[in-house]
């Protein structure tokens, strides 16, 4: 089992919708959680990062970690055909800066 | 905001050479790490790279095969050495500026295909 858990999609949405993107992990360790987008022929962009349960919010996106599940998720409100993109999560834990991805999410937003 | 970048950008190589990777951040970091992303996955670790001694390596990955330097607080390089068809990948080099290790940011990538 990996540690980290993402479904590949690809998922494909209209314009406007509401995308929900999703992880699951096994190693209750964690204590960091961040989502990255990634455009095709570019390194990973760091979206948000959260080290609590909840949620927390920056514009259209959302991001919420529920521990005691040991599921995380990003929420894009009203999607657009620039969010385009393949979105990664990825997880840590104390200081060694070590990070688990998932394998990422392509999201495709059609006009 | 820093900027990463990475040299070269791309590259092809032939099998049993040698290609170095070069990773300048125009401020200081407090670390420096080297992922891989091979095609059609998700990046995993290769090693952080330590400032004036040797890198610490994920399981997995060996000096031999991906020695690294870091001379200074801005600036790496990751080798890959006799490359064959299976290093063709994107080689990433991620960086923390000082704040937790949550904020950690990535290079452009490099896109090697070996032949």
């Known amino acids: 089992q990996k540690e980290v858990e993402q479904d590949p999609g690809p998922l494909s949405v209209p314009e406007g919708a509401i995308v929900s993107l999703n992880c699951t992990y096994s190693n209750s360790a964690f204590q960091y959680f961040m989502w990255y987008r990634q455009y095709s022929r570019k390194g990973p962009e760091l979206l948000m990062y959260t080290y609590s349960s909840g949620n927390k919010e920056d514009g259209r996106f959302t991001a919420q970690v529920d521990k005691s599940s040991k599921y995380i998720s990003l929420f894009i409100r009203d999607s657009q055909p620039s969010d385009s993109a393949t979105y990664l999560c990825?997880?840590?834990?104390?200081?060694?800066?070590?990070?688990?991805f998932g394998q990422g999410t392509t999201l495709q937003v059609k006009p | 905001s820093a900027v990463i970048s990475q040299k070269p950008s791309r590259d092809i190589c032939q099998r049993g050479t040698s290609l170095t990777i070069q990773c300048q951040v125009d401020?200081?970091?407090?670390?420096m790490f080297w992922y891989r992303q091979q095609p059609g996955q998700s990046l995993t670790l290769i090693a952080t790279?330590?400032?004036?001694?040797?890198?610490?390596?994920e399981s997995g990955f060996v000096i031999d095969k991906f020695p690294i330097s870091r001379p200074n607080l801005t600036f790496s390089t990751l080798t890959v050495s006799n490359l064959s068809p299976e290093d063709s990948s994107i080689y990433l080099c991620?960086?923390?500026f000082g704040g937790g290790q949550e904020t950690q940011y990535f290079g452009p990538g490099t896109r090697l295909l070996v032949l």
């Open positions: 990825a997880m840590g834990s104390g200081n060694t800066g070590k990070l688990i």
């Open positions: 790279a330590n400032q004036g001694s040797e890198a610490t390596y």
């Open positions: 401020s200081q970091v407090t670390m």
């Open positions: 991620s960086v923390v």
